[in-house]
């Protein structure tokens, strides 16, 4: 905006003449078009790449549940978790055979004792 003064006679106020100034030259619909295509070009690659995030993100976790659940089954297959003598201790799980317990070794153990068996009580006659 450009404020150019009117020359009025000395007995009167000067008065200030408002005038809109007219764009650049350089600034032409065509390149503010260009600009509008390019960014709706961005909406459509944005939206693709998140939910190409999230469909990584869920095929990560469901592979992660499905190995966990496998892991769990072979595990469950091993007596040891049902012996008196495990203990769900990281560093010794075993206190008679700690190289074997919970790996496909365990399942013929031949110290293996039930937890919930009762001790054999003396028969009095």
């Not at 450009?2 to 600034?27: H, Y």
């Not at 469901?62 to 496998?70: A, D, F, G, N, T």
Request: hydrophobic share 35%.
């Amino acid at each position: 905006m450009r404020l150019t003064p009117v020359t009025m006679p000395p007995s009167e106020k000067p008065l200030l003449r408002t005038e809109i100034a007219q764009p650049p030259a350089d600034r032409t619909p065509a390149n503010s078009q260009i600009a509008q295509d390019a960014s709706l070009l961005l909406v459509p690659i944005c939206f693709v790449a998140i939910w190409a995030g999230v469909v990584c993100i869920i095929a990560d976790t469901w592979k992660l549940s499905r190995k966990e659940v496998k892991t769990n089954r072979q595990l469950a297959q091993y007596p040891c978790k049902k012996c008196q003598f495990f203990n769900n201790n990281p560093y010794m799980k075993c206190a008679v055979n700690p190289h074997s317990a919970m790996t496909p070794a365990a399942k013929d153990c031949l110290d293996f004792r039930s937890r919930h068996s009762k001790p054999a009580q003396p028969h009095h006659h």
